[in-house]
């Protein structure tokens, strides 16, 4: 089994190096396949200048053989080119936006299913806000104000990301919404990575990482390990 990364957005404006790097040494190193799945930005046609970002980004830190896939809609991540590059990458990176498009995208995909493989063969898998926001069991849905079925890679989660932005605002519609769940908010440009002790989650960058159970917050800082149950 791999790993999980996720960041709660502004993950190219310089302050992630230290958690996309242990990624990266996690995945295998600065030589291994790293794709970026732009999907996420799509509905607003940024696919393209959002993916670049990332691929400069992991360049800078480093990496070799990075590439963004042509990963935009529903039909694309059913391209057998596309569930081929993903089935084969040691690091998948899933970019922030629109995260019903990108849930819509991948939820039942081959493409999501290649990345399933990859992950169960030991490949690292990231997202950052929307791309975040997905991976887990339920996400909210802002526009709608709705809680949505994730990709569940994360049981019983929920994800808040710009939490010291706008994130925060969440807590209350989402504590109703989801009850049962434990809602996760997460600072910009900051991130949690489940590479600790016994597999504990561990804060990474700047800001922190706020756990939300019940009507009890907990917050951690950069190097504190936590549970989620």
């Known amino acids: 089994m791999g790993y999980i990364l996720l960041e709660g957005g502004a993950e ?15 995945a295998g190193g600065f030589n291994v396949r790293l794709s970026i799945v732009p999907a996420a930005a799509a509905p607003d046609n940024n696919q393209q200048r959002a993916g670049q970002n990332g691929v400069r ?18 039909a694309s991540a059913n391209n057998p080119a596309v569930v081929h590059a993903l089935r084969g990458s040691r690091l998948i990176y899933l970019l922030g936006g629109f995260p019903r498009h990108l849930g819509d995208s991948l939820i039942g ?6 990345m399933l493989n990859a992950y169960q063969a030991g490949a690292v898998i990231a997202g950052s806000s929307a791309g975040a926001m997905v991976l887990c069991e339920f996400y909210y849905e802002p526009t709608t104000g709705k809680a949505l079925q994730g990709l569940g890679l994360i049981p019983k989660i929920c994800i808040l990301p710009h939490h010291n932005t706008f994130g925060e605002t969440w807590v209350s519609p989402l504590a109703k919404l989801l009850p049962g769940a434990v809602l996760v908010g997460i600072d910009e440009e900051t991130g949690m990575l489940n590479d600790g002790p016994q597999g504990k989650w561990q804060v990474y960058g700047p800001g922190t990482v706020s756990l939300y159970k019940g009507n009890e917050k907990v917050c951690y800082r950069s190097g504190q390990p936590f549970g989620l149950t």
């Open 109 to 114: 995909s081959a493409g999501w299913k290649a």
């Open 12 to 26: 190219f404006g310089g302050q992630m190096k230290e958690p996309d790097r242990r990624a990266l040494s996690l």
């Open 57 to 74: 980004w992991f360049q800078n830190l480093g990496a070799t053989n990075v590439t963004t896939l042509p990963l935009i809609d529903r």
